[in-house]
């Protein structure tokens, strides 16, 4: 059986991710988020080591079963290596909660005169990590 694909002219999409959002986790990563994989994380493949067709645009994956990342990529370090964690907006705020990020800081994104767009709330909570983390 084929995978039917994201088709973005027909479907909504599922995640917010695209090409923002891929290269700010990017930026988390290089400045030393930790990540273990695990089921339930969505990831980017930005050197393309995945040989299988992503079912997302932008190259981005599920880990529904983390066996099969296993048996495509090798270790649990090599898919900590050669692939980027794409937090999603309930593991963004598990993650800025460990950091100590206050609920105000989080409540500043919302604030203002315009509600952020589709998926800039999540960037802007990416933004707020990765400050934490350069500190």
């Avoid at 995978?3 to 991710?17: G, L, R, S, V």
């Avoid at 992503?54 to 090798?74: A, V």
Wanted: with cysteine.
């Amino acid at each position: 059986m084929n995978p039917t694909p994201f088709n973005p002219e027909t479907d909504f999409p599922p995640i917010p991710f695209d090409e923002r959002h891929c290269r700010a986790a990017l930026q988390l990563k290089e400045a030393g988020l930790p990540w273990r994989p695990h089921v339930g994380c969505f990831v980017w493949d930005r050197e393309g080591w995945i040989e299988v067709p992503s079912p997302f645009p932008e190259k981005i994956y599920f880990i529904l079963n983390l066996g099969h990342f296993l048996r495509l990529l090798g270790s649990i370090e090599d898919v900590v290596q050669k692939l980027v964690w794409l937090p999603t907006w309930h593991q963004a705020r598990q993650i800025g909660a460990k950091l100590g990020i206050e609920d105000k800081e989080l409540s500043d994104i919302f604030s203002g005169s315009a509600v952020p767009g589709p998926g800039q709330d999540l960037l802007a909570l990416y933004g707020k990590i990765l400050e934490n983390l350069r500190r």
